[in-house]
C-alpha cells in the first residue's frame, strides 16, 4: 500500500481519500476496489480468465483498465466505456476500460 495522499480536484476542492495499492490484482480481493489497472500484454489465456473471475464480486460503479486484449466480461454485470489507441513506448497499445454496473 502506498502513502494515502490528499488529493484535490482542480487544486480548490478535496476530493474522498484514496488509497493506491500496488500489487498483483490475482491475488488481491477487488470487492471494494475503485478502480483497477492491470497491464495484461503478457497474460496468458488462464491468467486473463483469474482476472474476470476475480472481478465477480466488483462493487457497481468499480472501473477495470486492461491493456491489449478485450476482457470476456458478462455483459449484463459489465459495459465497456472506452476503447483507446494511445502512443505507448515506440508503438501503440490498445486500452479498454469497463465499468460495473
Known amino acids: 500500500v502506498l502513502p494515502r495522499l490528499p488529493l484535490y480536484a482542480s ?3 478535496p476530493v474522498p481519500e484514496v ?3 500496488l500489487g498483483d490484482a490475482l491475488d ?4 471494494r476496489a475503485g478502480v ?3 497491464a495484461t500484454t503478457c497474460w ?3 491468467a486473463l480468465a483469474r482476472l474476470v473471475a476475480s472481478c465477480k464480486n466488483a462493487k457497481s460503479g ?3 483498465i486492461n491493456m491489449t486484449r ?4 458478462p455483459k449484463d454485470k459489465w459495459v465497456t466505456v472506452s476503447t483507446l489507441r494511445a502512443q505507448y513506448g515506440r ?3 490498445t486500452f479498454f476500460v469497463y465499468k460495473r454496473i
Open 62 to 64: 468499480m472501473r477495470l
Open 28 to 31: 488481491e480481493d477487488l470487492s
Open 44 to 46: 496468458t489465456e488462464e
Open 19 to 21: 488509497e493506491l495499492k
Open 91 to 93: 508503438g501503440k497499445m
Open 11 to 13: 487544486g480548490k476542492h
Open 36 to 38: 483497477v489497472f492491470a
Open 70 to 73: 478485450r476482457l470476456d466480461l
